[in-house]
């Protein structure tokens, strides 16, 4: 890795949708004007306008109305990135948002509508473009798509979609999924039959595709690898990579009134959501040293976007209506934090991981074996013609792939040929006595068979080469109509339009910032009425900022308490959830097992799970390790004694190894199922009429006081526990009598030991 650049910063968009049939039908205020010229998003939010208070207004690298074309927002932002990472550079765009707000519009948008598709089908478009007019330079492009949801990584791509995928670290290469399937792709609709394979996958794994996509956070990656020759005769090979990330839905959860595991997935989302907002905070902070990454998978996968050696586009999609407008605040705060954000973008050069080394070199080897085998037949077929004088009957290697493959079928031609001749000689040969006959016929058959074999082999070798090398895109062949140079050109236009127009944004807002500056050293005053009163206007027009920037403060409070109340119950929830635990712990499992599961529990930092150790762990790595010199061949130890008279006697007693294995007998049962007595009707009737008068037993409950007792009816009467065997009168008397005679008021049940303390 090499070619360090300066910092620069997260570029930062702000893209409004169109108000939706439901909310114009509803008549919603627009709140959100977009100044494009500007690069501004004002808000007003009616309940604070009612109150005087000023619209808020929030300046950004670029912003899109409700009118923005999905081709002008690729041309002025994505289309620059993209073109990095065809460079060497890693990139990464992800949208933000509410839900509804337009993040997959914007990231995929309407498939089949070249007007209104997404950046990511236009970046398939783009690099494979990009491709076909390229010279002398070799890519391999590669796709995978994945999904984190509940904090747990699914590959969109793979067979298994039960199968969850971890995150590992290397020193070298960075944070990656480990086992994530990736499709090499050779053209756009390769690409997008991924793209599809994929979104498939996701909506498979959700009951409600909506509720789902809002829940998780989708991301598609692009890997392009380019291989060139470089200055020193070498090869050299550039990998970008491109992460199109479409994020869970950025409203709180608690408005929409989550509990239990609703609350356990809400918490989860947030925690990737949060995290992204705690490392940007930390990042844009510049005080903290740490920055929390490893708080959740999102931001772990992240890394490198956020403030590492990535270029990153952060797309904020917000909504313009009014019922919207607290959500379209936060959306706007948290993108204004992540402008501040600096990378250090830079090209990754012959990384250690480049698949497109390995398959040159595979390339290389499996040439080099076919071209051994050719030459070879090429040089016996020469001889054979006694035609010496064509050298050493050597291919060139490149380009001359098609004759190699020709002559090679002429030579198994030829050879089939020879076999065939000789063998119908043998058989018209006369001579021959019949077992000589059937003898050499056995021979050339083997030959044959040999020779088939080869064959085969040659055959499959060469195949293995035009599949992988197929899979090498090289420029100016048929990918995408790279003749079309009115295109090129339009695009190119098109480019200079989209720089022409960040200029001018970017020289805008300068110049009101300088006009703000310098408006006071240029006034020179001619009365002492005329300076009041310009200071007066200024005086207004800074009080107005002041109060801006008061209620700006006063909101980020509101909502730093409010995301904290949150919090604090969430960890609320979270902590009764522990105590239940514990309790649970604490009072029904014996402390040796308890102990014994503490002493063998680990937790593995890498994948951030407690973990068990085998049970069998022994102290001493090499006691039992080996077996016994007593029990070398044998089943068991045996003693020296036993092994002689083993093979001495016939005796049984010492055949260790003789053991009988015997199933199990299973016993017939001896018992019968409980049936309760059997009270003869009139026998029923008669006691009925005896105990008709009689009041229901008197017990009493004062030494009976655990909480897990059956709640006492009101007039104190014994119930018939539900298991017990059916009670006579005298049973019961008895269990009165000793529970009043000899218990003391002490509670039946263990005492708990308590819970430990948090
Ligand atoms: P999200 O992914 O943020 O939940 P969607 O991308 O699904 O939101 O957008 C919700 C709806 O709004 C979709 O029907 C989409 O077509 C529409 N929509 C979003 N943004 C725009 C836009 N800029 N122009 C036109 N329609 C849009
Ligand atoms: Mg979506």
Known sequence: MSKSKSSESVKVVVRCRPMNEKELAATYECVVSVDVKFGQIIVRNPREASAGELPKVFTFDSVYDCNSKQLDLYDETFRPLVDSVLQGFNGTIFAYGQTGTGKTYTMEGVKNDPERRGVIPNSFDHVFTHISRS???????????????????????????????????????????????????????????????????????????????????????????????GPDGENHIRVGKLNLVDLAGSERQTKTGAQGERLKEATKINLSLSALGNVISALVDGRSSHIPYRDSKLTRLLQDSLGGNARTVMVANIGPASYNVEETLTTLRYSNRAKNIKNKPRVNEDPKDALLRKFQEEIAKLKAQLERRTGKKNKRRHKRRGDCSSGDGHEEASGEEDEVDDNR??????????????????????????????????????????????????????????????????????????????????????????????????????????????????????????????????????????????????????????????????????????????????NFIPFEEKNKIVNRAFFDDEDEYWKMRPITHIEDEHQMMSRPQSAIGFRRPLSNHARMAMKDSPDVRYKAENILLLGMEMPSRTTKDYQQPVI?????????????????????????????APPASASGSLRKPKSARPRTGKQSNTWTSSFNVHNPPSPIYPQSRGLVPK
């Open 135 to 229: 010279q002398n330079q070799q890519y391999l492009v590669r796709a995978s798509y994945l999904e984190i949801y509940q904090e747990e990584i699914r590959d969109l791509l793979s067979k298994d979609q039960a199968r969850r995928l971890e995150l590992r670290e290397r020193p070298d290469t960075g944070v990656y999924v480990k086992d994530l399937s990736s499709f090499v792709t050779k053209s756009v609709r390769e690409i997008e039959n991924v793209m599809n394979v994929g979104n498939q996958n996701r909506s498979v794994g959700s009951t409600n595709m909506n509720e789902h996509s809002s829940r998780s956070h989708a991301i598609f990656v692009i890997t392009v690898e380019c291989s060139e020759l």
């Open 409 to 586: 079928i002429d030579y198994w031609r030829e050879q089939q040929e020879k076999l065939e001749r000789e063998r119908k000689a043998i058989m018209e040969d006369h001579s021959l006595v019949a077992e000589e006959k059937a003898q050499l016929l056995k021979e050339k058959q083997k030959k044959m068979e040999d020779l088939k074999k080869e064959q085969e082999a040659g055959d499959m070798l060469s195949a293995k080469v035009r599949a992988m090398e197929s899979k090498l895109l090289v420029g100016g062949k048929n990918i995408v109509d790279h003749t079309n140079e009115q295109q090129k050109m339009l695009e190119l236009k098109r480019q200079e339009i989209a720089e022409q127009k960040r200029k001018e944004r970017e020289m805008q807002q300068q110049m009101e910032c300088r006009d703000e500056e310098t408006l006071e050293l240029k006034e020179t005053y001619s009365s002492l009425q005329q300076e009041v009163d310009i200071k007066t206007k200024k005086l207004k027009k800074l009080f107005a900022k002041l109060q801006a920037v008061k209620a700006e403060i006063h909101d980020i409070q509101e909502a730093h308490i409010n995301e904290r109340q949150e919090l604090e119950q969430t960890q609320n929830e979270l902590t009764r959830d522990l105590k239940l635990k514990h309790l649970i712990i604490e």
């Open 680 to 708: 003869a009707p009139k026998v029923a009737a008669a006691l009925e009429d005896a105990l008709k008068n009689e009041s229901d037993l008197q017990v009493d409950a004062s030494g009976f006081n655990s909480s897990f």
